[in-house]
Every structure is written in structure tokens, then in C-alpha cells.
């Protein structure tokens, strides 16, 4: 239990509920669909079993994350995309991906569309979790991706229609989600086996680099927003 005395070990708890809930709002969207046309008493069968088999998969998935990671370069190219999903974050996007989530009458069909679902969806979760959990030392990494997890589904799947609503009435969440993702990936790049011995290995400069990554998605996602929404604006003159 030592590991639950460890501030880093909550620091990177908290990194993940919130990766989760800002990278996983859809996920509820997605199980609703699913499980649309199930019978009612189906109906909850197969969002549990759903979500149970989504979770399973994807801790196996991060848990892959965590070991390639240790590849020289692997965690630089995984900064790379975290500073691109928090400048995603940042930019307005259309949202028509849940168009060809197609409900089924039958519960394991429904169950295997969550999970395939989930699984196509999850690939910038896994990344980022993955970054979160390399600060927490390598004896906590699996123990926390397992704990952040579980204490996000109730969150993801009671909860997204109210996390989507603070969104919406507070974008200021939205901003800070994005920069905790540069956050990570500026903390994560510094571990790089490629570069440690180039790259002092103290907090000061992990809270440099983690700063860098923050302000980093924040320019680029503001710049981009502006773009994007110059066209608009001249249209409506």
C-alpha cells in the first residue's frame, strides 16, 4: 500500500479520471446506441457487459502502451500525437462519428459493437493514459491505469450527460484538458530512453518541459480556433 502514500501516484490518478471524462464523453453516446434496440430487460446486461469487456480491452491495451514505450523514440512520437489530440481538444469539431454505430436486437451483438466501438475510439485515451502513468514510477503504473479507470466508468457512464453540460456552459474545462494533455507529453518526452542522458532527469525541468506542452497545445489549438472560425464569420457578413 505504499504506493497510496505517493503524491505522484494521485497526481497521475487525477490526470486520468480527467483524461477519461474529456476524451471519453463519447463513449456513453456510443453504448446508447449500441444497445438502442436491445429488449428493455437487455438493456442494462448489455451496457454492463459492454463496458466490462471496453475496460478489460483497453487496459490490456495501455498495458501493451507502457512496455513500447520503453522503446528509444516511441515516447517523443507519443508527445508528438498527445500535443495534437490536446490542439484537437481545443478546435470545434463536427460531430458526425456516431452515424455508422449501428443498434442490433440481439445482446452480444450489441456487447461486440460496444467493444469494436470503444476500441476505435479509445486510441488517443490508451496514448494518453499511457503518458499519465509513466510519472507515477514504473512499480505504479498498472495499479493506477486500473484504478483510474475503474473510477471513471461511473463517471463516463452516470455522469457524461453532466460533464457534457459543464463543457458546454464552462469551455474553460476544455482548455485545461488540453493543456494537461501538452502537460504530459512535455513530462513524458523528457523520459525518453533517446534522451535521458542528454535531458536532466529533475523536476525543475519536468515542470519546464510539462509547462512547454501546456502553452504549446494552447497557442496552436487558439490559432487553429481562429481559422476556423474566420470562414464563418465572413460568411455571416
Known sequence: MEMLQSADFWIAVGQIIMIDILLGGDNAVVIALACRQLPPHQRTKGILWGTAGAIVLRVILIGFALTLL???????????????IGVKLLVPQDEDGHANIQGSDKLWAAVKTVIVADLVMSIDNVIAIAGAATGAGTSHQMPLVIFGLLVSIPIIIGGSQLVLKL?????????????????????????????????PQTKL???????????????????????AAAPAEEAGR
Open 70 to 84: 520503453q522503446v528509444p523514440y516511441l515516447k517523443l512520437i507519443g508527445a508528438a500525437l498527445l500535443i495534437w
Open 167 to 199: 463543457m458546454d456552459r464552462f469551455p474553460i474545462i476544455i482548455t485545461i484538458g488540453g493543456m494537461l494533455l501538452g502537460w504530459i507529453a512535455g513530462t513524458m518526452a523528457q523520459t525518453d530512453p533517446a534522451v535521458v542522458q542528454w535531458v
Open 205 to 227: 525541468w519536468s515542470y519546464g518541459l510539462g509547462a512547454a506542452g501546456a502553452l504549446m497545445v494552447f497557442a496552436m489549438g487558439k490559432l487553429l480556433a481562429s481559422r
